[in-house]
């Protein structure tokens, strides 16, 4: 299963709130402003509404090629050369961009036409960090942001000088298979050292940020990051806490059932019975998805496992451009067109041995006419198979709506650009891993008990990923809000942040941590400053998705057997909707697909019902919830 990654990125996560690189695949405007970033052309000021929105469209298509391909540099080539080209062409951008928002105010109160009313509320919320008016104060936030990504690209762990140094690469490989109570704890105070050296930069970089949002009309960058849904800022904290209440019981219930069993491997003095769980010991450096200790410590029913595509990928010496081109498959069943040639020749699918990379998976769309790549790492394994089919969603989200003007070049909320590859994903069953031969097919006449425990280790392998990830999908933006807002600040950073890892995760630092630590720092989205509830409101929608293609492509299965492999007309149903971008609310893009104008949690909850009815059961005696989460610090039923 895939883990989080910025995956729709450029520009260091300044641009675009909703998707964290800057858009556009149109064709680049000859000898405008944008090119240098100078001031608008002479004249500008008679301009009407619509022709100003169409001159912005033009002029933030060529800054945005130079900046896109500044950050694909950067990110797939880090020195300091490419460190300081990236924040100076970063830097244009937002001048650039500070002008227009300034200039669009000319427009307020009078009557627009609709696009060109989206077009300019687009603009405004177009980048993750708005700049300052003050050049110098520009350059120094770009610079501050372009700093911690490279601290957090080069980062590593020197336990014995600079011979002993681990990357995260294999700081994650330890956490995923080591079993060993001081090796992990090791291996997660490493990593969770790199965040110490950010955190004064990082502090600096939110009272800019903040300044530039002012800038804006906003009271802080957190209210301006929750104004990008299409409805008021208030009204989005209270969709996105009724969802969270929707799905909690069910992870509720998966921690109390994961907490027995690490009790039992580890022994109940390291993880005693009402407390919550110390975050080394879930298989993942941040406790955001658990299914790296499914086969040995998590599996309901050993003796039914659930095969994985692993030993056929590793035995076929499948490599990353087979991976690619398996998820290029699945599409073009849909009945989307194969990835551009640029695709093949542009793309960084692997981690080169000459120089320093990130290989946090991304997807970048170049803003040139068709060039679309993917930056990732991958290696044979199932994992890394669900992550490219996940990027993949993304790019294809990129070729479907590229003919948008760049301001609608985006997805309907962040959230549904990061769902398109989850929800192909949540096709990628059993039953599809076999049809290509990755897996062995299901021995026919098995009993109904084989049956019903191989359909519940299946549910636990996915909920370890899907619904352990969900309090994590709501932590690093309310940590963040609050962060912007003033209620935290740097003398209480860190307790901030594992307070509400507490209260939602039921999940705590495994050794004591105090303010000289960062620990949000050593998560990839802190430090590039992408705004993460696109992720759990993804892992919502996903689900809503899945049930209305299921339902386009006929089919009469449970959600959890359903695959839309194949299927032509779940596949126009899905183009219809991405074609659209931003162009129109996400209610209405919502609506086009699943004839619902509402996110619901509805149908995470209906795909996982086995499971929950599975998870009563075996949590009857055990002492349920954790110490900071009162709703659930009880008993579960027929325990004391």
């Known amino acids: 299963m895939r883990s989080i990654a910025c995956s729709a990125c450029g520009v260091l996560g300044l641009l675009a709130l909703a998707g964290c690189e800057p858009r556009g695949a149109g064709a680049p405007a000859g000898g405008s402003a944008a090119t240098t970033g100078s001031a608008p052309a002479e004249g500008a000021a008679s301009e009407t509404a619509d022709e100003f929105v169409a001159r912005v469209n033009r ?63 687009k603009l405004r919320l177009n980048v993750a960090a708005p700049a300052p008016d003050d050049p110098e104060k520009r350059a120094r936030m770009t610079q501050l942001e372009a700093r911690m990504q490279s601290m957090y690209g080069e980062g590593k762990y020197c ?16 956490m995923a298979t080591s079993r060993d109570y001081a090796q992990l704890l090791d291996a997660w105070k490493g990593w969770h050292g790199i965040g110490a050296g950010m955190r004064d930069d990082y502090t600096e970089f939110v009272a800019l940020a903040n300044e530039g ?49 690490l009790a039992q ?41 659930v095969a994985t595509a692993d030993a056929r990928l590793k035995s ?15 599409y073009t069943s849909l009945g989307f067109a194969p990835l551009p040639a640029s695709f093949w020749q542009h793309s960084m699918l692997t981690r080169p041995r000459d120089r320093e990379v990130v290989c946090h998976a991304s997807a970048w769309d170049m803003t040139f006419p068709g060039d679309v790549r993917v930056k990732a790492c991958l290696e044979p394994t199932e994992h890394d198979l669900y992550t490219i ?9 990129y070729l479907s709506y590229a003919q948008q003007p760049y301001l609608f070049r985006d997805g309907a909320n962040d959230g549904f650009h990061e769902a398109i590859g989850d929800t192909v994903n949540l096709s990628v069953t059993p039953e599809y891993l076999a049809s290509i031969r990755l897996i062995p097919p299901a021995a026919p006449g098995h009993e109904a008990l084989i049956n019903q425990q191989m359909l519940i280790n299946q ?84 689900f809503q998705f899945h049930k209305a293609l299921c ?90």
């Not at 009309?217 to 929707?246: C, H, I, K, N, T």
């Not at 994590?472 to 890892?501: C, M, P, Q």
């Open 551 to 640: 339902a386009a492509a006929g089919s009469r299965v449970p959600l959890y057997e359903c695959s839309i492999y194949g299927s032509r007309e779940a596949g126009r149903r899905l183009a219809a909707m991405l074609s659209l971008g931003a162009s129109e609310p996400w209610q209405d893009a919502l609506e086009k697909l699943t004839g619902s104008r509402d996110i619901d949690a509805g149908a995470i909850v209906e795909y996982f019902q086995p499971l929950m009815q599975w998870l009563e059961e075996q949590n009857k005696g055990q002492q349920c919830g954790w110490q900071g989460d009162g709703a659930y610090e009880r008993a579960a039923p027929g325990g004391r």
């Open 213 to 261: 949002a002012r800038g804006l009309g906003f009271a802080d960058l957190g209210v301006m990051w929750r104004s990008g849904y299409d409805m008021p800022p208030q009204a989005f904290e209270e969709l996105s806490g009724r969802l969270w209440q929707q799905v909690k019981p069910l992870y509720a219930s998966l921690q109390c059932y994961a907490r027995a069993r």
């Open 59 to 121: 002029e933030l298509t060529v800054l945005a090629q130079e900046a896109q391909a500044a950050g694909f540099t950067q990110d797939t080539y880090i020195t300091p050369d490419t460190e300081l080209l990236n924040a100076r062409a970063t830097e244009r951008y937002l001048a650039y961009l500070s002008r227009a928002v300034a200039e669009a105010q000319r427009y307020d109160g009078q009557p627009l036409e609709p696009a060109t009313a989206r077009a300019l509320m």
């Open 389 to 397: 089919y996940h990027e993949l969603g993304h790019v294809y989200y």
């Open 159 to 174: 336990p014995r000088g600079p011979k002993s140094c681990e990357t995260l690469d294999q700081l994650q490989e330890i």
């Open 459 to 542: 549910q636990m392998k996915m909920a370890l990923e899907k619904i352990a990830f969900l309090p994590f999908g709501r932590v690093i933006d309310e940590w963040r809000w609050k962060v912007f807002s003033g209620e935290v600040t740097a003398a209480n950073y860190n307790s901030a942040w594992w307070e509400l890892r507490r209260r939602y995760s039921g999940v705590a630092p495994p050794v004591p941590r105090t303010e000289a630590d960062f620990d949000p720092g050593a998560k990839y989205h802190v430090p590039s400053n992408t705004p993460y509830t696109r992720y759990f409101l993804s892992y919502i929608l996903q």
């Open 316 to 330: 076929e010496r499948w490599d990353a451009v087979r991976l690619t081109r398996s998820a290029e498959s699945f």
């Open 265 to 305: 491997r580890y022994g109940a003095d390291k993880v005693p019975p009402g407390k919550p769980i110390p975050a080394h010991l879930l298989g993942n450096m941040w406790a955001q998805q658990w299914t790296q200790i499914y086969p040995d410590i998590l599996r309901p029913y050993p003796r039914a496992g």
